[in-house]
């Protein structure tokens, strides 16, 4: 598509449920990143992936985050046990990837708002 | 660990006014380092970026930043800010030039310009 869509753009759970959280990258970007953005807080660091693969996964929080990428497209991140502290809204970025002056410039999407009562 | 600094957090200016928004990270080594800026209900756009070469960079709507390698900073800059320029700014550094990467961001500084 034309730009990085992500669904849902809002999603309220209760505490304890887990989320799926989808991002589909623009066409041709091998290069996926996830961010979370809380107020006041700037942005985030959760993971990246180029195609399939995840080089640094070091800014999921902890055990309850995972993601994954399939067919080097299409991305979800999975919040189990969802806590209060994870409300957020979760960013997804695509760039072109590989090496280069276009691999590390990334086009956001809108975001998914994530509220957890 | 690798920090991007914002010094401001907020910053309000009537509409002519010169801007100036800081930018410092903590990093020896080769850099890119990017603007992005959100207007209000938007999503994150990229202002301007910097790889290498000239050190004054230009981007879109009047924006230019200066990569001042000795000092770490980026700070951005525009001559007359606009009503419409009011949103909020997040400096970003990616560590180790071009290959594939994080981006390392700052908190963001909210610009709010009065007509």
């Known amino acids: 598509g034309a730009g990085v869509s992500q669904s849902p753009s809002n999603k309220v759970t209760e505490k304890g449920k887990d989320v799926e959280l989808r991002c589909d990258p623009i066409?041709?970007?091998?290069?996926l990143y996830w961010y979370r953005q809380s107020l006041g807080q700037g942005l985030e660091f959760l993971i990246y992936?180029?195609?399939?693969?995840?080089?640094?996964k070091s800014g999921l929080p902890s055990d309850r985050f995972s993601a994954e990428r399939t067919g080097g497209s299409v991305s979800t991140l999975t919040i189990q046990r969802t806590q209060q502290e994870d409300s957020a809204v979760y960013l997804c970025?695509?760039?072109?990837?590989?090496?280069?002056?276009?691999?590390?410039?990334?086009?956001f999407g809108a975001g998914s708002r994530l509220t957890v009562l | 660990a690798q920090s991007v600094s914002q010094h401001n957090h907020h910053v309000i200016l009537s509409e002519a006014a010169s801007l100036e928004l800081g930018c410092n990270y903590s990093y020896g080594g080769t850099v890119n380092l990017f603007w992005y800026v959100q207007y209000p209900g938007q999503h994150l756009q990229l202002l301007l970026k910097?790889?290498?070469?000239?050190?004054l960079v230009k981007g879109i709507k009047g924006f230019e930043a200066e990569f001042i390698k000795s000092k770490f900073s980026f700070n951005l800059r525009k001559p007359s800010v606009q009503w419409s320029d009011t949103a909020e700014y997040f400096c970003?550094?990616?560590?180790?030039?071009?290959?594939?990467?994080?981006?390392?961001f700052g908190r963001g500084t909210q610009l709010t310009v009065w007509p």
């Open positions: 970025a695509s760039s072109l990837g590989g090496r280069g002056s276009g691999a590390n410039v990334l086009t």
């Open positions: 970003a550094v990616k560590l180790g030039g071009s290959t594939l990467g994080r981006l390392y």
């Open positions: 066409s041709g970007h091998t290069a």
């Open positions: 992936f180029q195609g399939n693969s995840a080089p640094d």
């Open positions: 910097y790889f290498s070469g000239d050190p």
